[in-house]
Structure formats: structure tokens, C-alpha cells
């Protein structure tokens, strides 16, 4: 018999996650982005629950082959363009959109002599991560639309603190300024701009954790955001214990009982993905009961509070995040991101599409 812990991934929740972006920014183009394995949730399961975007957006080339494999045949961007002239020549293949942000890639289109490359320019405007100075935004456009490997160049840039009130606005400045007057289309918003900044939305956004389920705001749930959580991560209990005043749990005794209690013991533990660093008190749900998690979390097992549940026993059902646990919670208990920890789903873990 397998070991109970696993994860799924719900389609229907992924077409709902995008239909919401595509609320807040009627008349955006999406690219659905589906870097990192689609943020931990699957390659097979994004392409079926994105059907309704207009591009998919991911940096592993890959991946972006193994897209095409899957049947799709829409654009595809690669958020950090190529890393080396091979890539330029895939790009070309399979029809990649590249985007550039440093003129050594420039040098590598030059010796493409295949079909020609859509380009999305990169600018820095204050992230100080990838991108040209957008002093030279127009040269660097003119010089790439010279090139016969290039298609289109449309000009793009990615928000820091999009996140928190005026975050954005001097980098939007910045952009603004720099691409006045200059032909092509423009991406700037993530999914905290899409949420949040209308003035950002422009001809291509670029969401990503928000189609997932999750919030890309500290002060703000998922749900409040009108997104439902895509991955449910699952197990069981498979051990109970019964502890007296003073005992102990898990390595380096971190939790120690103020009382009699009962507690379980759940098959998962951070060699699946789970954060070793969660402490006690992490929200975690039993048999349809929030309870919590106690001491420190095993390789392969954690310790959770029975006192709210006392009809839990072993095979009950835990779940670790996902529908009734947001995984945003857990991350913030774990001091941490939602990102990281849906990321973060070990391979050992069984994946299923559900919906």
C-alpha cells in the first residue's frame, strides 16, 4: 500500500484563478506563468486548466519544448531570453518569443539565420535584476528591429514593490518615460499590478502566483481576492500518542505537553516539501477540524494537536494546505512565502489532476 501523503491539482480552480485576472484587467492580453514546473502544480495540469490565456510564459527552455509536446501551440515567452546561441536557434524551431535584457544576447540574434523572433526588450527600472538602462531603450529597439532574425520588439519591465501602496509608481515613471512614442506593445503588471494598478495592465500582463491560489499581498487572503487554492497537499494520520504533563515532542523537544493530550502523527515531513522550520502552532485541518502542528517537523513526519479533534484516529484525513488551509497561512507561520512551499512539493509526493 502506498504511503498516504499526496498532492492534487484542480483545473477547475486554475481556469477560475485566470478568468479572475481576466476580470480585473478586461482587455489585457495574459501571459499565464508557468515557470518552475507551473509553480509546483505541473507542466500537463497548466496547460489544461490555461487554455483561455493568450501566451504562457516560462525560463526553461526545456519546458518550452515539452509545452509544444503537450499540444500547445500558442505564443510562449521566455522570461530571461536565451543563455546561449543554441537557444536562439530553438526559439526560432518551435516559435519562442525571447525576451532581452543584455546586449550580449544581441550579439547571439545576430547569428541566428533561422525563422525570425518576436522580442520583448527588458528595461531596469529600479528592480536592478535584469534589463538595459532605458537610456538606451530606443537605440537598443532600433538596433534589434535592424536585425533580420528579429520579428516584433515590444518593450517590457518588472515591478519590485508592486505590492505595497505606491510601490510602483517610479519605476511605472521610469518606463513611461523611456518608451514614449516608441512603437510595440508593453508588459509591466504582475499579479499584485493586475490586482492593484489599472495604469499597469497595459497590452500583455504577466500573473502568476494569483493563478495559482494564492495571494501575492501580506495583509490580503487569497480568498478575499476572489482566487480558489489550485493544490491541495494530503495525508493521514498513521500514529496517535497519548502524552502526560511534561513529555516531550519530535527532535530537540521543542514542544512540551502542559497537560494530558492526545496528539498524531502525520506521513509528511519536509523531505516532502513541507518547511522543516514551521513551528508549533502552524494551522493545519484533521478530519475536517483545524488544529495545529507541535514541535519540530521530521524528514518524513509532524506532530499535530488531537485536543479539537477527539474522533481523529489513525487513517483520518489531514490536510496540509489546500481548500479549508490556505497555503498562504502556513507559509506566513513558517516564515515564508506561499511561492516556496508550492514550489517546494517533493517528487516523491504523487501529483494528480482532479476536475
Not at 546561449?84 to 547571439?108: F, N
Not at 494564492?214 to 497519548?242: C, K, N, V, W, Y
Amino acid at each position: 500500500m502506498p504511503r498516504p501523503v499526496s498532492a492534487s491539482v484542480s483545473l477547475t480552480a486554475l481556469a477560475h484563478n485566470l478568468a479572475e485576472a481576466r476580470r480585473r484587467a478586461p482587455g489585457t492580453r495574459i501571459w499565464a506563468v508557468v515557470k518552475a514546473h507551473a509553480y509546483g502544480h505541473g507542466l500537463p495540469a497548466a496547460i489544461r486548466g490555461f487554455t483561455g490565456a493568450d501566451g504562457l510564459a516560462l525560463l526553461e527552455f526545456d519546458n518550452a519544448r515539452r509545452l509544444r509536446a503537450l499540444g500547445w501551440r500558442g505564443p510562449i515567452l521566455m522570461l530571461e531570453g536565451p543563455f546561449g546561441p543554441d537557444d536562439v536557434a530553438m526559439a526560432g524551431e518551435i516559435g519562442l518569443s525571447l525576451v532581452i535584457h543584455d546586449t550580449t544576447q544581441i550579439e547571439w540574434l545576430r547569428g541566428h539565420e533561422g525563422k525570425a523572433i518576436d522580442i520583448w526588450l527588458k528595461l531596469n527600472t529600479g528592480m536592478n535584476r535584469l534589463g538595459i538602462d532605458p537610456e538606451i531603450t530606443a537605440a537598443t529597439q532600433r538596433e534589434l528591429a535592424l536585425l533580420p532574425a528579429v520579428g516584433t520588439v515590444s518593450l517590457m519591465t518588472h515591478l519590485a514593490d508592486a505590492d505595497r501602496p505606491g510601490g510602483a509608481a517610479a519605476q511605472l515613471e521610469r518606463f513611461d518615460r523611456a518608451t514614449l512614442d516608441l512603437p510595440g506593445s508593453r508588459s509591466v503588471a504582475n499579479s499584485a499590478a493586475l490586482i492593484d494598478l489599472p495604469q499597469a495592465h497595459r497590452h500583455w500582463a504577466r500573473p502568476g502566483i494569483m493563478l495559482y491560489g494564492s495571494s501575492p499581498f501580506a495583509d490580503r487572503s487569497a480568498a478575499s481576492l476572489g482566487l480558489r487554492a489550485a493544490m491541495t497537499l494530503r495525508s493521514e494520520l498513521i500514529g496517535t500518542q497519548t502524552l502526560k504533563e511534561g513529555d516531550t515532542v519530535g527532535y530537540g523537544s521543542t514542544f512540551t505537553a502542559p497537560g494530558p493530550m492526545r496528539i498524531g502523527i502525520v506521513a509528511c515531513g519536509y523531505a516532502d516539501g513541507y518547511p522543516r522550520h514551521a513551528p508549533t502552532g502552524t494551522p493545519v485541518d484533521v478530519a475536517g477540524v483545524r488544529t495545529r502542528t507541535l514541535g519540530r517537523v521530521s524528514m518524513d513526519m509532524l506532530a499535530i494537536d488531537l485536543e479539537p479533534a477527539p474522533d481523529a484516529g489513525v487513517g483520518s484525513a489531514v490536510e496540509l494546505w489546500g481548500e479549508h488551509v490556505p497555503v498562504d497561512e502556513v507559509a506566513a507561520s513558517a516564515g515564508t512565502l506561499g511561492y516556496e512551499l508550492l514550489c517546494a512539493v517533493a517528487p516523491r509526493v504523487p501529483m494528480h489532476v482532479v476536475d
